[in-house]
């Protein structure tokens, strides 16, 4: 069973920091892409940003500057340290993982994985 669990949500006051973890376990082979994902109420999730196994990194325009994405390959983890905190980047915070698993007859396939969200509010 392939599991994503998020870690690191909570209330903070604008301006301030947080840091968001992520923790990919299960049976697989290897996990390539790793990401944050956001999704405000009424709104639609965005990209906040994604770090690949090459350690290339993209954010998204209203994080730059502000939010730094980094990852531990040995221990499958992807965290997201926040800061400047604006109100407008309350919402649920999803973490996204592309691995790759054993399919039925065995082989090798590239799948997207998703964790259940963790809710992140800035507020005075």
């Known amino acids: 069973q392939v599991r994503l669990v998020e870690s690191g949500g909570g209330l903070v006051q604008p301006g301030g920091s947080l840091t968001l973890s992520c923790t990919v376990s299960?049976?697989?082979?290897?996990?390539?892409?790793m990401g944050w994902y956001r999704q405000a109420p009424g709104k639609q999730r965005e990209l906040v940003a994604v770090?690949?196994?090459?350690?290339?990194?993209t954010y998204g325009d209203s994080v730059k500057g502000r939010f730094t994405i980094s990852r531990d390959n040995a221990e499958r983890t992807v965290h997201l340290q926040m800061n400047s905190l604006k109100p407008e980047d309350t919402g649920v915070y999803y973490c996204?993982?592309?691995?790759?698993?054993?399919?039925?007859?065995?082989?090798?396939?590239?799948?997207?994985?998703w964790g259940q969200g963790t809710q992140v509010t800035v507020s005075s």
């Open positions: 770090i690949t196994s090459a350690y290339d990194t």
């Open positions: 299960g049976n697989i082979f290897r996990v390539s892409d």
């Open positions: 996204n993982a592309e691995i790759e698993v054993w399919g039925e007859q065995y082989e090798l396939r590239r799948d997207d994985r």
